[in-house]
């Protein structure tokens, strides 16, 4: 079956812009969990939906925010870009939020802004 | 923050057994110790999960001690494809649904 893809790979903004990151899910999984990487932070989670309800949250600010549709599809959205938002935008399913259920991930959005 | 910690990077040649230490030292009766990696400019892969008991599975085996303050992970034949960034992560068994806790990893470089 198909894995988690993730819209689009690339993308370059400006600093001020807002941006939309999308994310399908593995068909069948509910649960769909966000992050971001960069070479200082490494890899750090964002926010976690099931159910198109918001589960967990990551130490990010307001600006960063997501949502979820009844087909499970996410998208995320980051307002008033700063430089330090570019990084890969990583997106990953899993059938629910049980342990032992792990999560796929995608191959992720590199954002740029300039 | 993570509560694991794993060497920064090694090496192994080809077709040896790689063995990757994780220490988690803090972990608690709940929580699982997990295994993934990242290959380079691809999202991370999972790879293995226990609680106390050693686990093998198509890709690795994992050995946690008896105290379960550490664990390793085994590649018994690396290939060249299995360089990659390898995360040792521990995750609590209720309350956290798709939170995953990353720290540095280890950067694993197989060699001909």
């Known amino acids: 079956k198909a894995g988690v893809t993730q819209t689009p790979r690339y993308l370059i903004k400006t600093r001020g812009q807002q941006v939309t990151l999308s994310c399908s899910p593995i068909s069948g999984h509910r649960s769909v969990s966000w992050y971001q990487q960069t070479p200082g932070q490494g890899l750090q989670f964002l926010f976690e939906y099931f159910s198109e309800t918001q589960r967990n949250k990551g130490n990010f600010p307001g600006r960063f925010s997501g949502r979820q549709f009844s087909n499970s599809r996410s998208e995320m959205n980051v307002s008033t870009l700063e430089l330090g938002d570019s990084a890969l935008y990583l997106c990953a399913s899993s059938f629910d939020r049980e342990i032992g259920n792990e999560q796929f991930f995608g191959p992720g959005t590199r954002l740029t802004v300039l | ?112």
Not at chain 2, 95 to 107: A, V
Request: aromatic letters at 8%; one cysteine or more; a neutral charge.
């Open chain 2, 1 to 112: 923050d993570a509560k694991t910690t794993q060497p920064p990077s090694m090496d192994c040649a080809e077709g040896r057994a790689a063995n990757l230490p994780c220490n988690h030292s803090t972990i608690s009766g709940n929580e699982y110790v997990y295994w993934y990696r990242q290959i380079h400019s691809q999202g991370p892969q999972y790879i293995i999960h226990g609680l106390k008991n050693n686990e093998t599975n198509e890709m690795a085996s994992l050995i946690i001690t008896e105290d379960r303050k550490s664990s390793t992970l085994i590649l018994p034949h690396a290939t060249l494809r299995d360089t990659a960034v390898y995360y040792c992560i521990v995750r609590p068994l209720y309350n956290q649904g798709g939170k995953l806790i990353f720290g540095q990893g280890t950067e694993l470089s197989v060699k001909p």
